[in-house]
């Protein structure tokens, strides 16, 4: 069982938007603004997507957006693209260790 | 841009030792902790080990204990992890990060007679 939770799966057509959500405790989570998302295919290494919540390293596309609330982060990834396809891993700072998910399967449909 | 490459990871027997680094530049390197963060085959991410922006305090998950140290060279701004003891369960490729920021394609380590 992973320290965050995240949905097994989520799904939407070609430019809707979805959101992932992450949820752990005050003492992660909500105790840290280090929250990464991470996005990998099959095979490949994690792709950092969000770092600190919600800035975007160079190179990912503004249509992946970051956010916090309480004890809950989430990824919102807005018009939707068969590309990003992929699952998505959240992590927090724990204070000296890192906590993960469980990792979210994003279905374009 | 942070930049953060690990090198050090190969093929070791079962007890065999391996030292693990991680040359970082892009950001002032002191002045954030950093993780050794590792994924076995079909895995997923599992914390491994931590320090402190000082060197001073340093974290270890349960699964190396004893059998790994994480160090960090501050003037040369490197982070290592040297590993003892290993076992066929710490196969895996090994990514450090930038507090929770994974940014390089790891090295990998493959423990196996």
């Known amino acids: 069982q992973s320290a965050l939770t995240q949905p097994r799966s989520v799904s939407g057509s070609p430019g809707q938007s979805v959101t992932i959500s992450c949820t752990g405790t005050?003492?992660?989570?909500?105790?840290?603004?280090?929250v990464s998302w991470y996005q990998q295919h099959p095979g490949r290494a994690p792709k950092l997507m969000i770092s600190?919540?919600?800035k975007r390293p160079s190179g990912v596309p503004d249509r992946f957006s970051g956010s916090k609330s309480g004890n809950t982060a989430s990824l919102t990834i807005s018009g939707l693209q068969a590309e990003d396809e992929a699952d998505y891993c959240c992590?927090?700072?724990?204070?000296?260790?890192?906590?993960f998910g469980g990792g979210t399967k994003v279905t374009v449909l | 841009e942070v930049q953060l490459l690990e090198s050090g990871g190969g093929m070791v027997q079962p007890g065999g030792s391996l030292r693990l680094s991680c040359a970082a530049s892009?950001?002032?390197?002191?002045?954030?902790?950093m993780n050794w963060v590792r994924q076995a085959p079909g895995k997923g991410l599992e914390w491994v080990s931590g320090?402190?922006?000082?060197?001073?305090?340093?974290y270890y998950s349960d699964s190396v204990k004893g059998r790994c140290t994480i160090s960090r060279d501050n003037s040369k701004n490197t982070l290592h992890l040297q590993m003892i003891s290993l076992r066929a369960e710490d196969t895996a490729v090994y990514y450090c990060?930038?507090?929770?920021?994974?940014r390089g394609q790891g090295t990998l380590v493959t423990v196996s007679s």
């Open positions: 992590c927090s700072y724990a204070g000296g260790s890192l906590v």
């Open positions: 005050s003492s992660d989570i909500g105790g840290y603004n280090y």
């Open positions: 600190d919540v919600t």
């Open positions: 892009g950001f002032i390197f002191n002045t954030y902790a």
């Open positions: 320090i402190s922006g000082s060197g001073y305090n340093t």
């Open positions: 990060a930038k507090v929770s920021e994974i």
